[in-house]
């Protein structure tokens, strides 16, 4: 497989290929779109997760140090 990279804008929903490509492209071929995201987008895209507090109960539970260490 080839890769053909060129930077362009669409309009009415149609990509124009630029003349030096329309050769090499008569054939099928795959179209895959990347498009550039603005920094303001990517702070929000990239939310940092924080962990939570746990809280078990243990009232009642007998705790023994050496089985809990004999991992």
């Known amino acids: 497989m080839k890769a053909i990279e060129f930077i362009t804008k669409a309009k009415n929903g149609v990509i124009e ?3 030096e490509y329309q050769e090499q492209l008569q054939d099928q071929f795959r179209v895959i779109i990347l498009q550039e995201v603005a920094p303001s987008e990517k ?3 990239s939310k940092k997760r ?3 507090d746990a809280k078990i109960k243990t009232k009642g539970f007998k ?3 050496d089985e809990a260490n004999a991992r």
């Open 17 to 19: 290929i630029p003349k």
């Open 43 to 45: 702070k929000s895209a």
């Open 50 to 52: 924080t962990l939570s």
């Open 63 to 65: 705790f023994d140090r």
